[in-house]
């Protein structure tokens, strides 16, 4: 049974820094690309950044580029989003999920993990 289990959210004040944590269970991540993706309270969940089994490249939402880094540590099993210069409307739940490398939709989905930036 695959699990992504998120773990590093919680409140820090604005221009402060979070790690977030993806453990991976179930599978191995090696052939998987892995992302993140975000849900404020009355929006729609959306793409935060992701990175590429093949060449490990990230690629980010526009409004989160020269602040956020994703990167996965295969002998972990475990992808990674640092996040720097937080601002209040990153707040949001986040969730890590992954599809294996060249599939089209995303397939598995952690439960998510509260990041609260407050002003």
């Known amino acids: 049974q695959v699990q992504l289990v998120e773990s590093g959210g919680g409140l820090v004040q604005a221009g402060g820094s979070l790690r977030l944590s993806c453990a991976a269970s179930?599978?191995?991540?090696?052939?998987?690309?892995m992302a993140w993706f975000r849900q404020a309270p009355g929006k729609e969940r959306e793409f935060v950044a992701a990175?590429?089994?093949?060449?490990?490249?990230?690629n980010y939402a526009d409004s989160v580029k020269g602040r956020f880094a994703i990167s996965k540590d295969n002998a972990k099993n475990t992808a990674v989003l640092q996040m720097n210069s937080l601002k209040p409307e990153d707040t949001a739940v986040y969730y890590c999920t992954s599809k294996l490398g060249g599939a089209k939709d995303y397939d598995y989905w952690g439960q998510g993990t509260q990041v609260t930036v407050s002003s």
């Open positions: 179930g599978h191995t991540i090696i052939y998987y690309d």
């Open positions: 990175i590429s089994w093949r060449d490990g490249r990230g």
